[in-house]
Each structure stands twice: as structure tokens, then as C-alpha cells.
């Protein structure tokens, strides 16, 4: 049996989406943080590891994102999973005071928050919240998670579907330490920072739109060894093996100061 592992407790979305991309059972294996997710799998503690990287309303997850800079793994899949946020708690709506969840799914519940005047406290997963206000036992307290996260704490479901944006969506990257190899529909991801020299970026871009890549994504995050520095986060459609992609690459290495292949998958559909 396959072995994944995920950032956060049992009922967790990211142990949702990975039941979801393996279509089979799965041993899932919970871990405190991204960078631990990574590096279990980097260990041979687990076969591959999933990761969010972006929320279709919130934006990327840049804790992800900075973990997956300089892992050893490689992107071999995404999966795309609707996410549904519930209020689960032992009181009524109208008794709690102070929410529960990660940053992420507080932002995206945001206007309930607001109408409703609660207060807020950040966790680092949405199912932990769950198990926080478990052993709270306090009528004033909820937290946000799935369904999934309430069923296995044994917390009542209090109000489901309280976020901003019913076509809320998360994208995962799942990681292997094998390569995949190319397919008729593929997306690679790569992360690079530019040399300090004018139109740098300029030329990267370029190249790609010299030689017909499509760009799905391109995003700056800051460089956390140096100050006022970025990286770009970009995907493209192709596979990093085409020949005409890795020329594309190896000319851009030129104006880069650094530049990683996060790995190359197939495409996954918005279902």
C-alpha cells in the first residue's frame, strides 16, 4: 500500500485531495509542518507527500511554496479538490465567540466572520482545529474544517458551506523522488530567480514567447536569504524532457541567478 504524506491532522483537505488523486487506498502519514511533509518523503518515510500551492481565493500558499524551493522531491501530479468549509462546534451558532482554523480557511470565510463579529485565532491545520475545541469542550468556541474532520472528531456540524465563494477550489502537487515521464497533456513547474540587471526578466519571458510555451502562472516571492531579492514561482504547459523546452530552459539559465525544476505531471481537471 501506497504511503502519502500530508501537513496537518486526520480529516485534513489535504488527506482528502490525496485519496482523491490515488483513486485507491492509502496509508496517510500526518506531519506538523510543509517542510516536515517534504522531508518524511525525502527519508523514504513515506512514498510520495502532498502539498497545497494555491487557493482559487486566497492565492498561492506561500509556506508551500518556500518548503518546495529547496526539496530533493519532484512534482509528479496535481489535484484539484473543492473545498467546503463547515462551522463545527458543540454549541449553537449563536452561543460562539472565537473561531478556530488555519490562516488560509479563516480568509476564506471572512464574511461570515464579519457578519457574525467573531473572534479569530489561527491554527496550523484545519482538522487540528477540530481536535483544539475537542478538548476545549467550550459552547463558545468553533473551529472550520471539512465535514470529513468533524465526522472523525465526533464534533457536530453546526452550519456547513460558510465560505465567501462557493466555487472555492485548492490546488495540491503531489511529490515522488522519481521523475514522471512525458505525456500527451503536461505541466511543468519551475522556480528561478533573475540576475540584477535590466530586462533580465524581460528576456526569460521572452524565450518563452519566442518558442510557443504557454505560461499558466507566474508569481514573485520574496527570497527569504536575502532581502528585497524574489523568486518566481512559474508554471507552463509541456513537459521539462521536450526537447524544445529544455533548450528554453538552458537559455534562460543565462539570465538567472537560480533556477529549479519542481517537476513536470499531467494536467489535472477541474471536476
Avoid at 481565493?57 to 518546495?68: F, K, L, N, P
Avoid at 463545527?88 to 472565537?98: A, F, H, L, N, P
Avoid at 473572534?119 to 474544517?145: C, F, L, Q, R
Amino acid at each position: 500500500m501506497k504511503k502519502v504524506s500530508f501537513q496537518g491532522e486526520h480529516g485534513a483537505y489535504s488527506e482528502s485531495a490525496a485519496k482523491k488523486f490515488f483513486k485507491e487506498e492509502i496509508e496517510t502519514v500526518p506531519c506538523n509542518s510543509f517542510q516536515d511533509t517534504l522531508n518524511i518523503t525525502e527519508n523514504g518515510g513515506s512514498d510520495y507527500c502532498i502539498l497545497p500551492v494555491e487557493n482559487s481565493i486566497e492565492g498561492t500558499v506561500g509556506q508551500s511554496i518556500d518548503a518546495i524551493t529547496y526539496t530533493k522531491l519532484y512534482a509528479i501530479g496535481e489535484e484539484y479538490f473543492k473545498v467546503e468549509h463547515c462551522l463545527i462546534s458543540i454549541g449553537k451558532v449563536e452561543d460562539i465567540e472565537t473561531l478556530y482554523s488555519h490562516p488560509q480557511a479563516l480568509g476564506q470565510c471572512s464574511d461570515f466572520i464579519q457578519n457574525k463579529k467573531l473572534k479569530t485565532v489561527p491554527t496550523y491545520d484545519t482538522a487540528g482545529s477540530v481536535k483544539i475545541i475537542k478538548e476545549m469542550n467550550d459552547i463558545h468556541s468553533a473551529a472550520i474544517a471539512s465535514n470529513d474532520a468533524g465526522d472523525l472528531y465526533n464534533i457536530p456540524i453546526v452550519k456547513q458551506g460558510i465560505e465567501n465563494n462557493t466555487n472555492n477550489y485548492t490546488r495540491f502537487l503531489i511529490f515522488s523522488k522519481e521523475n514522471s515521464s512525458e505525456r500527451t497533456e503536461d505541466k511543468t513547474s519551475i522556480i528561478f530567480s533573475v540576475k540584477h540587471e535590466p530586462g533580465a526578466l524581460h528576456q526569460i519571458l521572452k524565450e518563452f514567447n519566442d518558442n510557443d510555451i504557454n505560461l499558466t502562472k507566474i508569481e514573485s516571492r520574496p527570497n527569504k536569504n536575502k532581502n528585497w531579492e524574489y523568486n518566481f514561482f512559474v508554471d507552463f504547459l509541456g513537459h521539462y524532457s521536450n526537447s524544445k523546452i529544455k533548450s528554453v530552459l538552458d537559455k534562460i539559465s543565462e539570465n538567472t541567478i537560480f533556477l529549479k525544476i519542481i517537476g513536470s505531471y499531467p494536467i489535472a481537471n477541474l471536476d
